[in-house]
């Protein structure tokens, strides 16, 4: 199935989204923005009848604990213009496990119209660019918080000019890489808040509604109380107390939300200002570091490789102790050392072919691309200690991030993890790994045991992963394989998530070393998407063995696992089944800066 698609520079689409705004030169605040908007809508889109794609946002993926980006096929019913939504009307799933309601009210940007129609003389070219056009300027132009913008100020005159010299200069690839990607991850960040608020903000509201409606039936029961024991949780007070938890517990969620947003506000108005950026860029081009730990500005000179000592406050023998280790781990390496006072501060400072050591002990960091080719990280610790410790970290070395990144870590180039335990229980993801090989030994990545959308490890296109005695639970996802990438496992545990791997494409090459690899209380321990099945109709299978699996795609899969406690050991989506082609669900995945956070823009 094909879905409309445009091929439009980044100018020319901002132009377009300019020309909706443009006023005769009266001021818009941006209050008066989403009207605008909606007069144009109201000349372009059909009211009613045209087939689409949905992509269903990750807020909803995450609340039915679904994959993410999940995709269903419908029809439009009606569109709201006041509300630039549709009520679609889901007809045809890719995952006979997902179970949605029939009808969806949804935000037109979340629709792909389809090339075929059943109503051919519905105007859907139009319909699909105006779709498109509104979607790329609630994408990259608005902000989640231009709402609240005052209304006494000319908001296109503020920020339009500046937000579409922003896109262009992340377009053309002008920023800094690690400063393209921080503001992609703030964007990302900012819009999956808006989204969760805006759900919060809904139950919030539904269970006034029905705390309303109780209280009237109450009152009107009065004369007969028993009346209302049905609804009253069984229990006495403890359950009472649930109850209560469970009903403050959203705006809690809201109060946080609210003031990360703030945040990501006041620092993204910083990077939306051309000299801000042009200054921090011109700051990193010339090579000057900030040394926190000294307070001094550092020339960042090519220099011997060094070995780094990064310890956390601790008694003196301690600190003895740890140095004793580091001695050890380098052998008859002729290194020089330096000590670190933070894990942030030697990751700005490192060059490659530098050697961390990290103590055990909580290590934050923020901000991403800071992981140099030919580098290595080594916690001073046992891999057995690592693997056989319950969730309390206090003893080993740990890296988490300090902030609610989207990625905790960010790989392009070859580097090695030995020791190590990754909290990504504040990230989206875990690692992703651009490009080059990722080699982690006796590591443990853990989520926080609640997202369906939460990804371990993510392996773009071209990258190589091999993991040797590694953990990785409570994930949405334990590892993606995009097409053409390749892993390695040996003595791999892949424990309590609901995909433990999965192969985007057949392309995927996968060696599970020794019949050693676990997948344990997982929902699914494989899913094999675009697996060629010649002369089988099925949509998809269910198997219950790797070798099976390997029996589809013999070229590229190798080894053997074992499946403990998973409720489905493996499925396989059959490629003459799929719901649309291989490249547009690539596009539906990239599509708004979800895969694009991290990756430069051709």
């Given at each position: 199935m094909e879905v409309y698609t445009f091929e439009k520079s980044y100018l020319e689409r901002l132009k377009e989204a300019e020309a909706v705004l443009s006023w005769d030169g009266a001021v818009i605040p941006a209050s008066q923005v989403r009207s605008e908007w909606k007069s144009f809508v109201e000349l372009q889109i059909e009211p009613t009848g045209w087939q689409a794609i949905w992509r269903i946002p990750r807020v909803i993926c995450e609340d039915l604990k679904l994959r993410y980006p999940t995709i269903v096929y419908g029809y439009v019913d009606q569109v709201i213009f006041d509300?630039?939504?549709?009520?679609?009307?889901?007809?045809?799933?890719?995952?006979?496990?997902i179970h949605l309601p029939e009808r969806n009210e949804v935000h037109l940007i979340e629709l792909w119209p389809t090339l075929k129609q059943e109503n051919t003389a519905l105007n859907v070219d139009t319909t699909a660019e105006c779709v498109d056009r509104l979607r790329f300027f609630y994408t990259y132009v608005w902000m989640p918080w231009d709402k609240d913008y005052d209304d006494d100020r000319d908001w296109v005159q503020q920020h339009l000019e500046a937000r579409i010299q922003l896109a262009c200069d992340l377009s053309k690839n002008k920023l800094s890489r690690p400063l393209a990607c921080h503001v992609r991850s703030l964007t990302m960040e900012a819009r999956y808040i808006e989204q969760r608020l805006e759900y919060l903000e809904l139950d919030l509201s539904d269970a006034e509604a029905e705390s309303d409606d109780e209280a009237v039936e109450l009152k009107d029961n009065g004369s007969d109380p028993s009346r209302k024991l049905p609804k009253t949780p069984v229990g006495g007070g403890g359950d009472r107390n649930v109850s209560l938890n469970m009903s403050t517990l959203p705006v809690t969620d809201l109060m946080g939300l609210h003031l990360r947003m703030a945040i990501i506000r006041s620092e993204f108005e910083i990077l939306e200002?051309?000299?801000?950026?042009?200054?921090?860029?011109?700051?990193?081009?010339?090579?000057?570091?900030?040394?926190?730990?000294?307070?001094?500005?550092?020339?960042?000179?090519?220099?011997?490789?060094?070995?780094?000592?990064?310890?956390?406050?601790?008694p003196l023998q301690q600190q003895i102790d740890l140095l004793l280790m580091a001695k050890q781990h380098l052998g008859n390496q002729k290194m020089d050392v330096s000590m670190g006072k933070s894990l942030q501060d030697v990751l700005t400072l490192s060059q490659s072919n530098?050697?961390?050591?990290?103590?055990?002990?909580?290590?934050?960091i923020k901000f991403l691309e800071h992981f140099n080719d030919k580098g290595c990280l080594k916690g001073l610790s046992k891999s057995e200690t690592i693997m056989n410790c319950d969730k309390n970290f206090n003893q080993l070395p740990v890296i988490c991030s300090s902030d609610?990144?989207?990625?905790?870590?960010v790989i392009d180039g070859d580097y090695t993890f030995t020791n190590l335990v990754f909290n990504c229980s504040r990230v989206r993801r875990g690692i992703l790994l651009r490009n080059g090989n990722l080699y982690l030994k006796g590591c443990r990545l853990t989520g926080d045991g609640?997202?369906?959308?939460?990804?371990?490890?993510?392996?773009?296109?071209?990258?190589?992963?091999?993991?040797?005695?590694?953990?990785?639970?409570?994930?949405?996802?334990?590892?993606?394989?995009?097409?053409?990438?390749?892993?390695e496992l040996g003595s791999v545990t892949i424990k309590n998530t609901l995909t433990g791997m999965e192969l985007m494409d057949r392309s995927v090459a996968v060696n599970l070393q020794g019949s050693k690899c676990i997948f344990e209380n997982c929902c699914v321990g494989i899913i094999a998407d675009g697996i060629s099945m010649p002369g089988r109709m099925e949509k998809e299978l269910v198997l219950k063995d790797f070798n099976e699996l390997k029996s589809f795609n013999d070229q590229n899969l190798m080894?053997?696992?074992?499946?403990?406690?998973?409720?489905?050991?493996?499925?396989?989506?059959n490629e003459s089944n799929q719901l649309v082609a291989k490249h547009l669900h690539e596009i539906l995945r990239e599509e708004g800066g979800e895969d694009k956070e991290n990756i430069k823009i051709a």
């Open positions: 509300e630039l939504k549709a009520v679609f009307v889901v007809t045809a799933v890719q995952d006979n496990d200002n051309t000299e801000m950026r042009r200054a921090y860029s011109e700051l990193k081009a010339n090579g000057i570091k900030c040394n926190l730990a000294s307070g001094l500005l550092l020339d960042h000179v090519d220099r011997p490789a060094l070995c780094h000592l990064v310890t956390v406050a601790g530098d050697c961390i050591f990290l103590s055990p002990g909580q290590h934050t609610e990144d989207s990625t905790l870590l609640h997202s369906s959308t939460q990804e371990g490890i993510v392996c773009l296109p071209g990258a190589n992963l091999e993991l040797k005695d590694c953990l990785i639970e409570d994930f949405g996802v334990g590892i993606s394989m995009r097409p053409q990438s390749q892993a080894g053997n696992c074992n499946f403990v406690k998973c409720r489905k050991c493996i499925r396989v989506f």
